[in-house]
């Protein structure tokens, strides 16, 4: 990676274009640009994004893209055939683990544990609408039986009247 990234820093230097006008003119951060340069690999999560930045630098310093592509997959080869097998087998099942766990259905969803304040606030709640829902019916039938008396004794005096 260090010899690409050399050919980069190079290939600019004989444009007479700074770090920061190359940046500005493929609209790449220029610390990207300086970590391609100095062949740091480590900084990049995604390799396909590497990849793309590499064609667009590449094309924008006038170098063949598909060379400075086909050293960047020698050089990924190199590195990931020296991991030894057992730590890649690791890795892999570190990953399946973890999409194992993403996995969510109706079945294997786990139920969500709340805290017993919260039993408690929802229990108050519940029976407090409950009291207030007897008090408000308990209201009702009292006014109407008040209106019913009203209603008969008013009958009643205009019958003495």
């Known amino acids: 990676m260090f010899a690409i990234g050399k050919t980069f820093a ?36 995604d390799i396909f994004e590497l990849k793309e930045y590499l064609c667009t630098y590449a094309k924008y310093l006038g170098l063949d893209e598909n060379k400075i592509l086909d050293e960047f997959n020698e050089y990924m080869f190199e590195y990931t055939s020296k991991i030894p097998l057992k730590e890649i087998e690791k890795k892999v099942m570190e990953q399946n683990r973890e999409k194992e766990e993403k ?36 209201g009702q039938i009292v006014s109407t039986e008040y209106y019913d008396i009203k209603k008969e004794d008013m009958r009643w005096i205009n019958e003495l009247s």
Request: a positive charge; aromatic letters at 12%; hydrophobic letters at 45%.
């Open 10 to 45: 190079e290939a600019r230097e004989k444009t007479g274009v700074s770090l920061e006008e190359a940046s500005a003119d493929i609209q790449i951060k220029s610390v990207i640009l300086e970590n391609i340069e100095e062949g740091n690999i480590g900084s990049f999560k």
């Open 103 to 138: 996995v969510v259905s109706p079945y294997t969803k786990p139920m969500k544990k709340y805290p017993k304040k919260y039993y408690i606030v929802m229990y108050f709640i519940l029976i407090l609408i409950a009291i207030v829902i007897v008090v408000w019916s308990v």
